[in-house]
């Protein structure tokens, strides 16, 4: 602003230069060169601004692009970070997952090994446990075997074979015994002939202390009814007792092992539709067994031996 205050002030001199002196206008001349070439270095200095402005809004607007480049750089680095500490979170969670699979695999590995071990335990009892089944069975079939030798060797003198049957059924001995030679006819008192044929069984019986004698008693299925009798149920056990008590009181054996059983018309053998039937179902059976308790023995796994 000072520069253009002076510059009209030399105008304003040069339109009156008629009023000044020759002097004052070459000093005012002189001036005014000056004064123009200040205001063109001024120009000049003024381009230079301009250009070095240019030059700062340049820079300024790339410093501006590098600041928001920067800014981009930052929000996708900050949005990797964040992913990857999901990405961490998520692996320590599996990682924690599997340490707890890993745990329990171990657990039901120690487990399984454990059911192993007791499962071949298992077996091993059990086989011993078969074996000495195997083993009583084949005692026990051989002591059956000549128990019935016996009985068939000592009932066969004098007896008719019809009326007598020795059989070996599973682990038992039974006698059949035919109703018309131990029982007068229609009731339950023993025939001279049932008093040979108990001895005889008697003394069999007394040799094997180990074992029980059940006595049971079967009839047809012809009614029967009478003052002592009501029906066949009474009549088979009626028999059966008439059995037993001539066992003991005739012939010493011990009433422990006894048992009086009556099994009625059923259970038969043959059908009773005809004589020879009614015949064969009218019977006394004698079984010969293991007495209960050794029989439970020998069914009881705690009670099997444990040595090799």
């Known amino acids: 602003m000072k520069l253009y205050h002076s510059i009209w002030m030399l105008l304003a001199l040069v339109s009156l230069s008629s009023c000044v002196t020759k002097k004052k206008f070459t000093a005012l001349q002189t001036q005014l060169t000056q004064t123009q070439t200040e205001l063109a270095a001024a120009n000049k200095d003024l381009g230079k601004c301009g250009v070095s402005l240019n030059d700062y809004m340049s820079r300024l607007s790339l410093c501006e692009q590098d600041r928001s480049n920067a800014q981009n750089a930052r929000k996708i680095y900050e949005d990797q970070i964040q992913f990857l500490k999901t990405q961490l979170t998520d692996c320590q969670s599996l990682r924690d997952k599997q340490l707890s699979q890993a745990a329990d695999l171990t657990q039901l590995n120690k487990s399984a090994n454990d059911n192993i071990k007791e499962t071949l335990s298992q077996l091993e009892r059990k086989d011993k446990y078969i074996n000495l089944l195997q083993n009583a069975k084949t005692r026990a079939d051989s002591v059956n075997l000549a128990l019935a030798v016996n009985l068939t060797s000592v009932l066969r003198d004098g007896i008719e074979d019809q009326d007598v049957e020795v059989k070996v059924d599973k682990t038992v001995v039974f006698v059949n015994l035919s109703d018309k030679m131990l029982y007068q006819s229609g009731s339950s008192t023993l025939t ?80 009773n539709d005809t004589e020879a039937g009614r015949a064969t179902n009218r019977r006394t059976r004698i079984i010969i067994l293991p007495k209960l308790d050794q029989f439970y023995d020998l069914l009881d796994p705690k009670k099997v031996p444990t040595g090799k």
């Open 192 to 271: 001279p002939r049932a008093q040979e044929v108990l001895s005889k069984i008697a003394q069999i019986v007394s040799s094997r202390p180990d074992l029980e004698v059940m006595v049971e008693g079967y009839t047809d299925n012809v009614p029967i009814k009478n003052n002592c009798i009501d029906d066949n149920w009474d009549l088979s056990v009626k028999r059966a007792t008439s059995v037993v008590r001539a066992l003991q009181t005739q012939y010493k054996v011990d009433p422990n092992r006894l048992i009086a059983a009556g099994r009625g018309q059923y259970n038969t053998l043959a059908s």
